[in-house]
C-alpha cells in the first residue's frame, strides 16, 4: 500500500528566508508526487505534480520540488519565503492508471515570522 | 469555469442524526473523491465514483456511503452521526483520461459539527 510521511508537524521561517519541506513516500514503482497547500478554512490547492521525466519540477507561487528516486523523497523548496506562504502544506502519492486513490501525509504547519 | 461547488458549507447536527453532503464538480470531470480531514487523523479517502460507479473505498464504517449522479454529481451520506465523525468534508473531483489522472481539484469543504 502507498504511503507519505512528512516529518515535520510544524516549521517556522523568517520572511524572505529559504523553505525546504520534507516528504518520504512508499509505493512499490514510480508513483505521481504532489504538494497541495491549504489555507485557513479553506480546500486544497494543487502547487505542483511529478508523473514522469525531468526529476525538478517547477509549481505556482515560485514554488519547486524534485523527486529523488533513491532516497523515495520529494521535497518541496522555495528560495525565498513570503509572509503569504504561510498555510500547510500536503504532500501526496497517486498511483499510476489513472484510479483516484490518493494518499496525503499529515501535513506540514509553515508559519512565517517577519 | 467554476470551480469544484459543495453544499452546505458548514453544518451543525446531534448524535444520532444523518446528513448528506453534495458535490458538484468541475464540468466534464467524472471522477469524484471524498475526503474527510480531521486535526488528529489528517486527510483520509472515504471514496471515489466514476461514472456513476465507486471504483475505490477508503477503510470507513458502512455509515459513511456515497453516491454519484449522471451529471457527476455526487452527495455522501453518514448515517447515525457519532461525536468523531465532526470533521471538514472535502470533495475533489478530476478530468479523466491517463494525463489528468490523479490531479485533484477541491473544494472549499462541508464543515459539519456533531453535538
Known amino acids: 500500500a502507498q504511503s507519505v510521511t512528512q516529518p515535520d508537524i510544524h516549521i517556522t521561517v523568517s520572511e524572505g528566508a529559504s523553505l525546504e519541506l520534507r516528504c518520504n513516500y512508499s509505493?512499490?514503482?514510480?508513483?505521481?508526487l504532489f504538494w497541495y497547500v491549504q489555507s485557513p478554512g479553506q480546500g486544497l490547492q494543487l502547487l505542483l505534480k511529478?508523473?514522469?521525466?525531468?526529476?525538478l519540477v517547477q509549481g505556482i507561487k515560485g514554488f519547486e520540488a524534485e523527486f529523488k528516486r533513491s532516497q523515495s523523497s520529494f521535497n518541496l523548496r522555495k528560495p525565498s519565503v513570503h509572509w503569504s506562504d504561510a498555510a500547510e502544506y500536503f504532500c501526496?502519492?497517486?498511483?499510476?492508471?489513472?484510479?483516484?486513490?490518493?494518499?496525503f501525509g499529515t501535513g506540514t504547519k509553515l508559519q512565517v515570522i517577519p | 469555469k467554476a470551480g469544484v461547488t459543495q453544499t452546505p458549507r458548514y453544518l451543525i447536527k446531534t448524535r444520532g442524526q444523518q446528513v448528506t453532503l453534495s458535490c458538484s464538480p468541475i464540468?466534464?470531470?467524472?471522477?469524484v473523491s471524498w475526503y474527510q480531514q480531521t486535526p488528529g487523523q489528517g486527510l483520509q479517502f472515504l471514496f471515489e465514483?466514476?461514472?456513476?460507479?465507486?471504483?475505490n473505498k477508503g477503510n470507513f464504517p458502512g455509515r459513511f456511503s456515497g453516491r454519484q449522479f449522471s451529471n457527476s454529481r455526487s452527495e455522501m451520506n453518514v448515517s447515525t452521526l457519532e461525536l468523531g465523525d465532526s470533521a471538514l468534508y472535502l470533495c475533489?473531483?478530476?478530468?479523466?483520461?491517463?494525463?489528468?489522472?490523479?490531479?485533484?481539484?477541491f473544494g472549499a469543504g462541508s464543515r459539519l459539527t456533531v453535538l
Open positions: 465514483y466514476f461514472s456513476e460507479t465507486q471504483r
Open positions: 509505493y512499490g514503482a514510480t508513483p505521481y
Open positions: 511529478y508523473f514522469s521525466g525531468d526529476t
Open positions: 475533489a473531483s478530476s478530468p479523466t483520461g491517463l494525463s489528468g489522472a490523479n490531479v485533484l481539484t
Open positions: 501526496a502519492v497517486g498511483a499510476p492508471g489513472g484510479y483516484q486513490k490518493v494518499t
Open positions: 464540468s466534464g470531470h467524472r471522477s
